[in-house]
């Protein structure tokens, strides 16, 4: 397959570098656009985790939708677990199978700085994408590969869900985030975040790690409010936290202002728990996106040489004012 | 002879792998491919040695993975602190020797499965890894010389061929010269083996078993070193890695019953699973389908073992 070139594949690369050359950009990115249509190789989104997660699999649809409307074969992989070292050997897979663009998550940005510029080496474009890469790493990437980030600041998106419950909660609340991930940077940007929308209550945080097991998750949850009963507000990183909180305060028959919860992602039993006001509001972080428009952007710079050259965003939240709206849509697996 | 020809599966596995997977993407047969695929393996295949020489003489460890993070943990944090990159790495692999030593004198003193006393481990060493990072991975920004020795050097810039796998093969032969050449490699045999019968002809079983649980631990630090140097960071996340060495050990024609098992086959068994990891990504098929394939492949091989087995017997009677 590598290496034949057939007439959809020449008329690609002509097309791609004609429209390149007499439109847009000089004639480095002529070359790059011409040596890229013409791999005719297959788009890879890499995640530090697999589409066992619900989070995971609405993004990996947005890879499949890409794909379909591009033409392109375009796939999500992502291992099992969280992994990033597995997730830098599926890129470096990808770079060996000629891939025609590959984008990937800085959930440990030092981990995939050796893949990425493997990548840059090859030609292959890349693109970042859930979570921007933290500052002191941003200069190791400044030679122009990644080409873009396509994603939301969950700092700035988890600010804005918590920020809902500033009315709703006394000065100095006890407060706990559960970690159903620990290790994983973004979700600890994400507490931050938490925080910082609830900042000018002075609240008493802590921290508690409740692994990435439902039931046993509700038990720890659990244990924990025993043993702090003045607990105010739970705060959940994702999908799984949220179920246990939920499942738990239900099990109590806690009534909905006696702890209020803020969550993180989207879907059946968060968009549920907002309706019944168990859940005050959750991070919509829109993850079709990052599926769809990465592989877009891909194949519109390999084809067309458009370099996307900027921060491309995305995310919101979710409360009892939009909550039927997205519930629609989530039916729809779009959430 | 047939006894020692257990590695045959493997070499089936990655055959069939190989033909598979360059049908679909011819990508996969170049030395750029087969290089990714060495340096997957490096860091499981020095696990699974440790691993597979311990299943020979009877006994698991399931504390691997979470001694491999500990270690590599802790490295980093002595790396860090600017200890003296030789200090650092002698003092880790040493503390990995001691988990695999704590390991084996719970089971021998205790007289309780290998089995139990190592997930207890498992458990123990992950919280340890996830008490001291705070749940935090420890990373380098610039690469430190002794990182690029671990892992991160390449023969050329655009390479997929890291050092570690310099070291995995090092320590592939230290262990096969061990295992095939040495009275101590027979004594391993005959202690997971026929037990009883060696011990009545003066095989020391318990101090092979203790040695064995020691080199285990000692190989799972050196892989933790391995991936932090080729990483140059590492997470506190349990890694799983202990389920995949024992899987690529019986791959390789490890049985799970000690006495048989070569150093070959276990390199052979690595190959054929990072094989596979990496094809499933050539061809573009759903990453999920790895587990799907692993276990497929295990029970083949198994069975092709099985079968091996029956026909030595028969032969023999």
Known sequence: MQGKLNRRDLLKATVGATVAASVLSPGQRIAKAFAQSASSGTYYWVAHVGPGDPYWAVVQRGVQAAGKALGVKAVFEGPSGYSPPKQADMVNAAISAKAAGIVTTSADPAVMKGPLQRAAQAGIPTIFSDTPPPKDFAAAFANGNPIAFVGVDVRIAAARASAKLVPLLPKGAEVVVVNHEPGNRVLEIKTGGYLEGIASLEPKVEKLVIGEETTKAVEIIRAYLQKNPNTKAIFTLGALGTHAAVKLLDEMKASNDKIRVVGSDIDDVTLDAIKRGRVVSAIDLQQLGFGFLPIALLYLYNTYALDPNDHIGAGGTVDAKNVDFITKLAKQGFR | ?317
């Not at chain 2, 979470?66 to 944090?77: E, K, Y």
């Not at chain 2, 200890?83 to 692999?93: F, G, K, M, W």
């Not at chain 2, 506190?236 to 019953?257: D, N, T």
Request: proline share 3%; with cysteine; hydrophobic share 55%.
């Open chain 2, 1 to 317: 002879m047939l006894s020692r020809r257990r590695e045959l599966g493997a070499v089936i596995a990655i055959a069939v792998t190989y033909s598979v997977f360059a049908y679909l993407n011819p990508a996969f047969l170049t030395w750029a491919t087969f290089g990714g695929i060495l340096t997957i393996a490096a860091e499981i295949g020095t696990i699974t040695i440790g691993e597979g020489v311990l299943m020979v003489s009877g006994e698991f460890d399931l504390s691997v993975g979470s001694n491999f993070t500990f270690s590599a943990i802790v490295l980093g944090m002595l790396l860090k602190a600017a200890v003296p990159a030789a200090i650092s790495v002698l003092t880790v692999l040493g503390m990995a020797a001691l988990i695999g030593l704590l390991n084996g004198l719970i089971t021998l003193r205790t007289r309780i499965p290998s089995f139990i006393t190592t997930l207890g481990t498992l458990f123990f060493w992950n919280g340890m890894a996830l008490w001291v990072t705070g749940g935090w991975p420890i990373s380098f920004i610039a690469p430190l010389p002794v990182l690029n020795v671990l892992g991160n050097s390449t023969p050329s810039p655009a390479s997929s061929l890291h050092v570690s796998a310099a070291w995995w093969a090092a320590a592939a032969i230290i262990f096969w010269i061990m295992l095939e050449n040495t009275r101590y490699g027979n004594w391993i045999y005959g202690t997971g083996g026929k037990t009883e019968a060696a011990r009545a002809i003066g095989v020391p079983v318990d101090r092979v078993k203790l040695i064995n649980f020691t080199l285990c631990g000692l190989l799972a630090g050196l892989a933790g070193a391995l991936q932090l140097g080729r990483m140059m960071s590492i997470s506190p996340v349990r890694s799983g890695l202990e389920l995949e060495a024992i899987a690529s050990a019986v791959v390789g024609g490890v049985s799970l019953f000690g006495g048989m098992g070569t150093v070959l086959g276990m390199v052979l068994g690595t190959i054929a699973l990072a094989s596979i990891e990496v094809g499933l990504v050539a061809a573009g098929a759903p990453s999920f389908w790895y587990t799907a394939f692993v276990g497929c492949v295990i029970i083949v091989i198994v069975v092709i073992n099985t079968q091996l087995d029956q026909l030595i017997f028969t032969r023999r009677s």
